[in-house]
C-alpha cells in the first residue's frame, strides 16, 4: 500500500505507511507514475482539494489502474438534498465526472470506479455536534419532530466496505454503492445522550426544516471562519438527510448493499454510548 500526499503536508504518518509526496498541485504526470502498479486507487479529498480531483480520475485511468474509489463517502445526492448541501451537489459532479469517464471506456477497459456512501461518519457527528445534541450545554434542536430515519456510517463500517470493494473487483463495477452501520433518529441518538448523561435537565427545541434550512444557509454565507462555516456545514448535512425528498434511509430506499458487501450492521446503543464515553461525555 502507497500513501500520496502533497509535499507541503504536515500530517503525521504512522512510520508503517509507505508515503510519496508529490508537488502540491497534484501534477498528473506524477500521480500517473506513482498509481502505476497499484490495482486500486482510492481518493480522499476535502472539499479544497477538489478541484484536483477530475485529473486524479484521469491520471489513474492513464496509470492502468483497475479500480478508482471516488472522494464521496458521504449521503444521498437527490435533487432534494443537492439544493440543501453544497457538499452533495460538488459530490454529485464528481460522481457525474467518473460515471462519463466509465462511459467513455472500451466495455473491455480493465479501469472501473466504485463510489461509496455512508451518511455521516458516525464518529466525527458526535464529537462535532452535527447532530445538534449537546451534552456540554444538555440543549437539543429536533427538525420536525426528530423522527425521521437516516443511515450512518461508523469508521469501521466504512473500512469493511472499502475492503470489500477491493477484494471483489467484479461485485461493484461502475456503480455507487450505499452501506450503513444502523439507520437512526435524532430522536432516538437524544435518547441514548440521556442514558449516557443523565435524563434530567435537558432543553429540547423542537424546529420545522425549512426554518433551520434558511437559517444555515444564511449561517453559512455569512461565517467568517472555518470554524462556524464547518457548523453550518454539518446543519446543512443534517437537514439535507432528513428533508423531504432526502432519502437518507439506505435501507427503505431499497438501496442498502451490506448483504452484498459482507457489512455488519451495529447496534446504536453500544455503538453510541461506547463513543460518547471515550470522548468523555
Ligand atoms: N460522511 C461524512 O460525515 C464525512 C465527513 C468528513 C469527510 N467526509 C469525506 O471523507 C473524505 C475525506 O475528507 P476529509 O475532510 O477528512 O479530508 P482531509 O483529511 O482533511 O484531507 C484529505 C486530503 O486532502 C488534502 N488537502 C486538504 N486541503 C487541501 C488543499 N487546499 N489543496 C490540496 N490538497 C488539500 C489533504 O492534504 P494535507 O494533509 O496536506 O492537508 C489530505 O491529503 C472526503 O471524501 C469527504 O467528503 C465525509
Known amino acids: 500500500m502507497l500513501l500520496i500526499t502533497r509535499r507541503s503536508s504536515t500530517f503525521e504518518f504512522p512510520v508503517s505507511i509507505n508515503v510519496i509526496r508529490?508537488?502540491?498541485d497534484y501534477p498528473k504526470a506524477q500521480l500517473t507514475s506513482a498509481f502505476a502498479a497499484h490495482?486500486?486507487?482510492?481518493?480522499s479529498l476535502n472539499t479544497?482539494?477538489?478541484?484536483?480531483?477530475?485529473?486524479?480520475?484521469?491520471?489513474?485511468?492513464?496509470?492502468?489502474?483497475?479500480?478508482?474509489?471516488?472522494s464521496v463517502f458521504g449521503g444521498r445526492h437527490t435533487p432534494a438534498a443537492q439544493a440543501i448541501f453544497p457538499v452533495a451537489r460538488a459530490k454529485a459532479q464528481l460522481l457525474s465526472y467518473v460515471a462519463s469517464r466509465a462511459a467513455q471506456l472500451a466495455p473491455a477497459s480493465p479501469w472501473s470506479y466504485t463510489a461509496l456512501c455512508t451518511g455521516p461518519f458516525h464518529e466525527l457527528s458526535l464529537r462535532a455536534g452535527f447532530y445538534?445534541?449537546?451534552p456540554q450545554t444538555k440543549r437539543a434542536t429536533l427538525w420536525d419532530d426528530g423522527t425521521t430515519p437516516f443511515s450512518v456510517s461508523t469508521y469501521a463500517a466504512i473500512s469493511q466496505?472499502?475492503?470489500?470493494?477491493?477484494?471483489?473487483?467484479?461485485?461493484a463495477r461502475n456503480q455507487i454503492v450505499y452501506v450503513s452501520s444502523f439507520v437512526t433518529s435524532q430522536a432516538k441518538?437524544?435518547?441514548?445522550y440521556k442514558d449516557v448523561c443523565g435524563a434530567e435537565g435537558w432543553n429540547v427545541e423542537y424546529k420545522s426544516c425549512e426554518e433551520g434550512i434558511a437559517s444555515a444557509k444564511e449561517d453559512y454565507a455569512m461565517a467568517r471562519d472555518r470554524m462556524s462555516g464547518m457548523r453550518a456545514l454539518g446543519r446543512l448535512a443534517l437537514l439535507s438527510s432528513i428533508t423531504k425528498g432526502g432519502g437518507a434511509d439506505f435501507d427503505a430506499e431499497g438501496l442498502?448493499?451490506?448483504?452484498?458487501?459482507?457489512?455488519?450492521?451495529?447496534d446504536v446503543k453500544v455503538v453510541t454510548r461506547a463513543v460518547l464515553q471515550s470522548y468523555n461525555v
Open 256 to 266: 442498502s448493499c451490506n448483504a452484498r458487501l459482507g457489512v455488519e450492521g451495529e
Open 161 to 171: 466496505a472499502v475492503l470489500a470493494i477491493l477484494r471483489a473487483p467484479d461485485e
Open 39 to 43: 490495482d486500486a486507487v482510492i481518493l
Open 189 to 192: 441518538l437524544l435518547s441514548i
Open 48 to 70: 479544497a482539494a477538489e478541484k484536483h480531483h477530475n485529473a486524479m480520475v484521469d491520471a489513474s485511468i492513464a496509470a492502468g489502474v483497475h479500480r478508482l474509489i471516488p
Open 132 to 134: 445538534d445534541i449537546s
Open 22 to 24: 508529490v508537488d502540491d
